[in-house]
Every structure is written in C-alpha cells, then in structure tokens.
C-alpha cells in the first residue's frame, strides 16, 4: 500500500509540476482572481466558494481533461531513481539498436546533405521569402527538381533492422519445438493472446453495438446507431475526454469525429495556439531546410497520388513543413526511445556548445510519413487545428511506429502480436506463406508502419483510428492485420 | 424467345461492347435486323428524322429519346424549367412558392440564364443591376467545355447585340446560339479547389416518370487553386472542371484524374460540416433533378423504344445549395483512369439490366418494371406510378425535418423521393 502510495504522489508530484507550466494554469489563476468579484465567493469559505465556482463553470472539468491527458501521455510510474533513459526504454539492447539506427538514418541524410552540396539549413532570400508566402496556399504547384532526393529509408529497410534484433541474454536454444517463434521478430517480448485482446478490447465483443457495422444500410437505427449518436452528442456537451475515450471504443459517428477527437487528445484552439502556428509558418517562411525537399518529395510520391488525399496536398505541406521546426516536439523524446539526431554548426563537430537539433523538432521523415497526415485533413479544414491534432497524435502514437523499444505499442510488439496471432490461431496458413517464401510480416508491416493510412477507405481508416483513440493502443493495428489475412 | 439479342452501336468504346459480348449478344450492322442500337446522338436524329427516319419494330429498344435536347440542350433545358414554373406558379401549386424578393424557394436551381442574342436587351438590364458579376457564355450545341468562356464586361461580348452593326453573323442558326448564365464564384472549394459533381441518372419512360440514379457518381477537380480574381478569368484550368480540359493540365493526374467518389465528398461534408447539412444537399440535389425531369416531361416524345442516361452536372456553392448547370445526353465513356474504366463498365452494366430486361430481346410494350434484384448500383429515384399508388403519403423528405415545406399539396405533383442513398 505505502509503494502505491509513493507512487501515486509521485506521479501527482510530476503532472502537478508539468501542468503549472501550462497555459491552463494561468487561465485557471486569472479565473480564480477574477472569481472574486463574484457576490458568491466569500472569504471565510474562500477555497470552497472558488472550487465550486471552477465546477459550475467548467473550468474544473478541462483541469481534469488536463489530468487525464497527461495521464495518458505519461510512462507509468517507475523507480524514483531511475535513469531517464530507463523512461525511454528500459531494455538496454533495445536501446543500442535504436541507436545505431538512428546513426544510420544521420549518416545517410548527411551523406545526401554532402553529394547534393545542399545545406541542411540556410537562409532565404527576402525574395524568396515574399514568394512562398504568395504561394503558401498552393505550394503543391510548385515545381522544384525533386529527382535528386530520395527518402533517407522506407519502411522496408526498417523492418531489416527489426528482424535482425536479437536479445543477447536470451538463448532460444537449437532445438525448434512447438514454442519456436516461426516469424521475422525473433525478440522475446510480451504481447496479448486473443483471450488477453477479448478482455482489453471487450467493447468490441459481438454483443456490443458498433458503428461501421450496426449502422449500415440493413440495419434499423433505432437498434442501435441513433442512440449512440445521442450519447456523443451528451459526450461533447459535458466535455468531458475521459467519457469521449470510452464512448470511441463503438466508434464516432461522422458528424462527431472532429470534435470527439480533438476532446480526447484536449486540444482546443486557443488564440495561443493559432499564433504559435503562425510563428512555426513564419520560420518556415525564413528558413529552408534540407528535410522540406525530402516532405515534398513524400506528399508527391504518396498522397498525390492517393485516390482520397490528393485533393488535401496543399495542407500536407502546410502541417508538415511547420512540423519538421516545431521545438515542442522536442519534448516527447522523453519516453520515445529514439533521440533527436544532432548536427554540428560547420567546422565545430564535436563540440556540445555548438549542437542544433536537426531537424528542430528531431523528426527525421521516412518514405509514407505524409500519410499520417493525409487522412485528418477529412476532419479539419483549419490549418492550425489540424496541425495541433496532427502534432498531438504523432507524440502520443505515431512515433511508436518507427521507434525500436519494448512497449506494447512499440512497432516491435505490434509485429509480434500480429505473427504470434497468426502463428497460433491460423497455423496452416503461417507456414504455408513461409513455405513459399512470402513471410506474412513482410506483407503487413507497411500497413501497421502507416497505421494502415493509404491501404484502408478513408471511412473504414477513421473508424481503426477510432479505436486507436479509444483504447489509447496501437495493438488494434496488428489485430486489423491478422484480421486482413482471415 | 430464343433468339440472341442484335447489336449494333456507333460509339466505338470498350465500356459497351464488353458489356453487349459478356451477354452472347451478336453484333450486326444497322442496316440489318437489330434489337438493340446504343447510338450517338447523330444517329437518333436521323432515326426519327421527318425525312430519313423510320419505324421501330417491337423488339427494337434505342439509347435515347427522340427530343432529349429538350433536356441536353442548355438553352431549351432553361426554357422548359422557366416554362414549368410558370405553370406551376398559375396553378398555384406550393411548389412555386417564392420568397419576399421574388425568388422561387424550391425551384430556383438553375443559374439566372438568358439566350443570345434572342434575350440580350434583358441580358442587359440584369447584368447593369450587378455590374461586377461574373457571366460564363456557353454554345447551346457544343460539349466538353468547347468554346466556353467568361465575361466581366459588356463589351467582351459586344458581338451577340442584336443591334450591333459589327454582328458577324446574320442568321440566328442553332449553331451559333449561346446561353449566357450568372456565373457561381462562390463555388464551394475542397483544399482550395473547385469541383463539380457528375452524377447518373436513367429514364425508362417519361410518362409515367420513372428514373432511376446511380449511386456511384463522382466529383471532378480543377488541378489549380480557385481564384476568383479576375485576372485568372481566362484561365480555364481553375473555372472549367471538364475533365477533357483538365487533363491537358501540367499537374494532372493520371491515377486519381482528379476525381473523388461522391462518398468520399459525403464523408468529408458530414465530417465537417454536420449531418443533417450534408443529408439536406443531397436531398436537394436528388430533388433538383427530379424536377429537371418534370420540367422536361410534357413535352418529351415518350417513345416507347427509347430509354436514356444522362450524365447531370451539378455545381454545390459555399452555402451548401447544389445548382443544375447542364444534363448531358451522352456522357463520355471515354475512361481516364482504372477506377473509371470500371466504374463506367458497371454504369452500362446495370444500365442494360434495367433496359433490356434479362437480357433477351426486348418487347417495347413490357411495363418498364423491373424487380429490384436487377437494378445493382441504380436507386430508384422516383417514380410516378408507386408516387401516385400512396397519394395519401405526403411524407417528402420528413425526415430531416427541413424547411422546404409542404409539398404534398397536390397527388400530381407530389411523389415520393424513395431515394435512401443518405443511409
């Protein structure tokens, strides 16, 4: 009990010491001082009269949004003495992959940087300046010579890295028996069994209504969808992201997935928000940098050709240039197993004092990455909304995709749980495919790397991601993909 | 009947004859007994041309009506819906119901439209009463975008005067005839860019109306940002969303070609816009061309041999109200993408079900019925005779509880829109 105890005003401690610094903190002290005005508020019951105040008012219920936000976001509590990087990743193997793959992933953009005689930053002419801010809503007319840039890796060369992961303490021993592990990922990590996924994933039991599928055509809507329907609109008038979490789990309808989303993920377009949005385009304006022709490149390659997004490409740019210089991403290195790569100002390498983050927000972009975007862009048409959203859900889940670590949501679990499912639930057909040698991972690891964005109709797409939202886990991915193969 | 059902056609595209082979149907030449003609539009003038033409037998079933120009010709299409309204205000049927500045409420689809040089002076008062419109000139005859252009000033189109001394030409030939329209710069715009939407929609009889509308209809992208400057008036790539000018664009797209299913249009607008916005436009625009067919009717020659789809363009403006810009007698089966080729494969597929029922050689006097099974990606939009069948059912489009009135009034020009695509 005392351990619980520790731990739980340890992690008070932490999300108290995290939110003071917030915005909401100063609106919750203005309001506070404001309050006294109110005939209400007294002074003998000082403290009462205000918190009562901040519950009728509401404002008690986005400090609890606040709350579970961080909560969410936050690694569960470990051992006070740990070290940060144990908050990244505890397993030190994985931590030295991770690693040298980012070394890798450097030496191949510097090595482009060198060849191409490009800087990875530079200035821009006022002219040049003037013009991009001309063009800001079309920049996909833009015709720069992309040909000589090609994506620092794809997600195959990824998955190179990931088979070849091995545990130096585990020794599976020569001898296969029913227990081998027959897949690409040969790492001894704990993922869910299908009764493990039916207790997590229980509102998606046959019994529980869904949207996606009890809503369709056949069916009346007085079984089902018009009351859930209600009951999201009750949701979003309470505001309440707790209440919006569990009620996702059956899916949003249409109408309500943009709000129930950006309650979930607390975000709200505060005028703070339109103007930092507005501050990253200005350094998008004044600045080039290397990995802008590497996004270009992307959205060109993928969502422009995409039956569904190509109609967005413009705000593609428009979210991700602004992305690649956005410092405050900088903060979700801090339980992302993967740190942000570091550049040396010309001549100075090796020296602490002279080391930039690069890009800013120490995002390096992979072939595909604009597709994480791409599908938002059917919910919010306001550019500085749907970067926020955007932002929110790659520190929260996104970066997990192509990060090495040992969490549940980490790509390296997400690719287990999919081969163990198929292995152990769909045997014969598991080893056919390696007879012929087409390994199944091989095949659905670009859809879990995407979260399957570009490989599912954009409404069946909303309604996983949906769910991502709901159980606050990408292991809906890999069950997605055992499911594709049924 | 056992014998195979004959074909001939004129319009020489994959789309069709795949569809007439899977079925075992033999190809003849038209001068030979043939059951089934899909032909240009040409074709079916000389067919029931006073000089050229000649009787259909029985078991002969044509693609087109003989004076759907009534319909596809923009000039007359203006004509017959002007015509219908005025009808309708005379009777004084709640269907033509205006609002305090005189505007119809449920009738007003069409674009305000004039024809030169017949209608110029009045053209010309109305364009003083706004002088900073936009009017787009369209040649009554002409398809594909050709010869479209727009005019901000009265002296772009000082030729089309009728008093005009420079007038180049003297006779009024239907050739030369334009329409012009107030041009909509309020387009609604999707990342920045204009659309429209074109939709199927099939007509087995005329009287009683019977039609049907294809779900799978698409939406057609400009390739450049929407601007409404005026210096980008002659820029067709940012107005005109035909797809035979679009594709000669530098960033068209030969994968997508531009085009967005109507689903995808429907996802999008209920996501960001709401349901019950987004259920009301399409409700409109399944209603706008129902009366477009109404309008049409009485004076349609409902030939028994003849059945036709059409190709509507509709154009949604940034208030969410969907406006009829022209009906097409012959939509293009050209393909310009894989997801077109089979999305106009399956269009002609399930057109030639309905129309030539199990596919035998059809008897032109079959009651145009078919069962629901054959109808595959066709709604039934309306029809008359089921409309009429529940005359007491004035239950419109109740569901969403919408503004546009009683319309049940009279059991003539009531019907029931049994239309669900919305589910």
């Not at chain 1, 595909?368 to 929260?396: D, N, T, W």
């Amino acid at each position: 009990m005392l351990q619980e105890e520790s731990d739980l005003s340890l992690v008070i401690a932490q999300i108290v010491q995290k939110l003071k610094g917030s915005n909401l903190y100063a609106q919750l002290e203005r309001q506070a001082w404001a309050s006294l005005q109110r005939p209400e508020i007294k002074l003998e019951s000082l403290k009462e009269d205000i918190k009562e105040f901040f519950k009728i008012s509401g404002w008690e219920k986005k400090l609890q949004n606040a709350v579970y936000s961080e909560l969410s976001v936050f690694p569960l509590p470990s051992h006070p003495a740990a070290p940060p990087e144990h908050l990244k990743e505890p397993l030190v193997y994985m931590r030295k992959a991770q690693g040298s793959w980012e070394k890798r992933i450097l030496k191949s953009l510097n090595s482009m940087c060198t060849e191409l005689s490009i800087p990875l930053a530079r200035k821009r002419p006022v002219g040049e300046q003037k013009e991009l801010l001309n063009k800001w809503n079309e920049m996909g007319t833009d015709e720069p010579d992309l040909s000589l840039f090609r994506p620092v890796y794809a997600p195959k060369d990824f998955l190179e890295v990931l088979i070849n992961l091995r545990n130096p303490n585990y020794e599976n021993g020569d001898s296969l028996s029913f227990r081998t592990h027959l897949g690409l990922i040969q790492v001894p990590l704990k993922v869910k069994d299908i009764p493990e996924l039916k207790e997590f994933f229980v509102e998606l039991g046959l019994t529980t209504g869904q949207l996606g599928i009890d809503d369709s055509t056949q069916v009346p809507p007085e079984l089902f969808e018009n009351e859930h329907v209600r009951i999201g609109q009750k949701v979003l008038a309470e505001q309440d992201s707790a209440a919006a979490q569990q009620y996702i789990r059956q899916g949003s309808p249409t109408a309500l997935r943009a709000e129930l989303w950006a309650l979930i993920l607390n975000i709200s377009s505060q005028p703070e928000d339109i103007l930092y949005y507005e501050q990253l385009k200005t350094n998008v304006i004044q600045h080039d940098l290397l990995v802008d022709s590497l996004i270009y490149k992307d959205v060109k390659l993928t969502a422009s050709n995409d039956d569904y997004y190509f109609v967005f490409e413009d705000y593609l740019y428009q979210v991700l240039l602004c992305f690649s210089r956005d410092t405050s991403v900088l903060g979700h290195f801090a339980y992302n197993s993967a740190s942000p790569p570091k550049s040396y100002i010309r001549g100075k390498l090796g020296l602490e004092e002279y080391a930039v983050f690069y890009p800013p927000n120490g995002v390096i972009p992979f072939h595909g990455f604009s597709m994480y975007v791409a599908p938002l862009c059917f919910l919010y048409h306001e550019p500085s909304k749907l970067y926020q959203i955007f932002r929110e859900m790659y520190v929260r889940f996104f970066f997990r995709l192509h990060s090495i670590s040992s969490h549940p949501s980490g790509i390296v679990s997400l690719c287990l749980l999919f081969e163990t499912l198929l292995q152990t639930y769909l045997p014969q057909l598991f080893y056919h495919l390696r007879e012929i040698g087409a390994q199944p991972l091989r095949i659905s690891f670009k859809w879990m790397v995407r979260a399957f964005s570009g490989y599912l109709a954009t409404d069946q797409l909303l309604l996983l991601w949906d769910r991502i939202l709901g159980y606050n886990s990408l292991e809906i991915l890999a069950a997605r993909a055992y499911c594709q193969l049924l | 009947m056992a014998g195979k059902v004959k074909w001939v056609t004129d319009i020489e595209k994959s789309v069709l004859i795949n569809n007439f082979e899977k079925r075992g149907w033999v190809q003849v030449t038209e001068n030979e007994d043939w059951n089934f003609y899909w032909m240009s539009v040409q074709t079916i003038r000389n067919v029931f041309s006073v000089e050229t033409g000649y009787r259909l037998s029985d078991d002969q079933i044509v693609n087109h009506f003989p004076n759907h120009y009534e319909l596809t010709r923009k000039d007359l299409m203006v004509k017959n819906i002007k015509r219908y309204r005025k009808e309708l205000e005379k009777e004084g049927s709640p269907l033509a119901e205006k609002d305090e500045n005189g505007k119809y409420l449920y009738l007003d689809f069409v674009p305000v439209t004039y024809m030169l040089p017949a209608d110029y002076n009045l053209f010309v008062e109305e364009f003083r009463k706004s002088p900073s419109s936009t009017w787009i000139m369209k040649p009554c005859g002409k398809a594909q975008g050709k010869g479209i252009f727009l005019i901000n000033k009265l002296s772009q189109i000082k030729k089309w005067s009728r008093d005009s001394k420079t007038s180049s030409f003297v006779t009024q030939s239907t050739k030369e005839a334009y329409v012009i329209s107030l041009y909509i710069n309020n387009p609604l715009l999707i990342g920045g860019r204009k659309f429209d939407l074109r939709l199927y929609v099939l007509v087995s009889t005329y009287r009683p109306l019977r039609c049907y509308m294809y779900k799978l209809g698409f939406c057609r992208f400009c390739t450049v940002k929407y601007t409404p400057s005026t210096s980008e008036l002659d820029n067709m790539f940012v107005h005109l969303t035909n797809v035979a000018i679009q594709k000669h664009g530098e960033d068209y797209n030969h994968i997508h070609g531009g085009k967005w299913t109507v689903n995808n249009l429907r996802l999008y607008l209920e996501s960001t816009r709401g349901k019950e916005v987004t259920g009301k436009l399409f409700d409109e625009i399944h209603w706008i061309i129902v009366q477009s067919l109404k309008a049409v009717a009485p004076v349609m020659n409902n030939d028994k041999h003849c059945f036709e789809c059409y190709g509507y363009d509709i154009i949604i403006d940034d208030k969410l109200k969907p406006w009829l810009i022209e009906v097409n007698a012959s939509p293009s089966l050209t393909s310009s993408t894989a997801n077109d080729r089979i999305l106009k494969y399956n269009l002609i597929n399930d057109t030639l079900n309905i129309a030539v029922p199990n596919g035998e050689i059809p008897d032109c006097k079959w009651n145009k019925s078919p069962p629901k099974e054959v109808l595959g990606n066709y709604e039934i939009l309306y029809d008359e005779e089921l409309a009429q069948g529940d005359g007491a059912d004035r239950e419109l489009r109740s569901r969403q509880g919408q503004s546009l009135g009683p319309r049940g009034g009279r059991s003539r020009d009531s019907g029931r829109t049994v239309l669900t695509t919305w589910k």
